[in-house]
Each structure stands twice: as structure tokens, then as C-alpha cells.
């Protein structure tokens, strides 16, 4: 497993722009599968964007494709995630998630580690 931790959230604006950040603590990051994933109040855990160890392979959620971005680097045991034109609906805890293997995966179950979260909330 590998410990994660989330940065970046907070209270936006409808329409604004944030860049969310993921840290690792284990070397070398280029063997673990990364993804983002959402949590609302009252909703289940919803997969949002991920990314391949190599970056080639990259997938989001239809509700954040068209104005996110996921990236990685490697050397700096990072992750990022940028969603522009946020609306309030974007509003959750959004955590940073691993696995190992080169599959992509939309469930939570599919992976074994988990940062603790960051909240995002987007006034209207």
C-alpha cells in the first residue's frame, strides 16, 4: 500500500478553476495505477478521472470530461487533478486513490490505497 495525501480544495466559485494535488509516500510511484475519485453527502463514492503509470492512459468521468485535467509526475511521487467551469454540483470530498497493475478501474473497490480526502465546495 502506499499513503496518499490530498491539498488543494476549498471554497470556489461557480465557474472558477482548482487544481487539486496528490502526494505519495512510496517509491517509485510509476507502479501504481492513480485515480480521483468524489464523495457528496449522502452519495455513494463516484470515480472522476485516472491515470496510467505512463500516462498514455487516461480516462474521466462524462461529468468532468471536457473541462478536467489529470496528470502525474513521476519523479516528484505526484498527481494532480484540474476541473475548470466548476459548478455546485462539483461539490464533495474528493480523495486521490492507487492500485497496482496497468487495468484501468472505475470502482473504489479496485483500489487499495486512499489519501484521507479534501473537501471542494462550489458556491453558487
Given at each position: ?71 502525474r509526475e513521476n519523479t516528484k511521487n505526484m498527481m494532480y487533478l484540474e476541473i475548470s467551469s466548476l459548478k455546485p ?7 486521490c486513490a492507487a492500485k497496482k497493475g496497468v487495468t484501468l478501474a472505475t470502482a473504489p473497490s479496485e483500489y487499495s ?12
Amino acid at each position: 500500500q502506499v499513503t496518499l495525501a490530498e491539498s488543494g480544495g476549498g471554497l470556489v466559485q461557480a465557474g472558477d478553476s482548482l487544481r487539486l494535488s496528490c502526494s505519495a509516500a512510496v517509491r517509485p510511484t510509476r507502479e501504481y495505477f492513480m485515480a480521483w475519485f468524489r464523495q457528496a453527502p449522502g452519495k455513494e463514492r463516484e470515480f472522476v478521472a485516472a491515470i496510467s503509470q505512463n500516462s498514455i492512459e487516461i480516462h474521466y468521468a462524462d461529468f468532468v470530461k471536457g473541462r478536467s485535467s489529470i496528470t502525474r509526475e513521476n519523479t516528484k511521487n505526484m498527481m494532480y487533478l484540474e476541473i475548470s467551469s466548476l459548478k455546485p454540483e462539483d461539490t464533495a470530498v474528493y480523495y486521490c486513490a492507487a492500485k497496482k497493475g496497468v487495468t484501468l478501474a472505475t470502482a473504489p473497490s479496485e483500489y487499495s490505497s486512499w489519501g484521507l480526502g479534501i473537501q471542494v465546495t462550489v458556491s453558487s
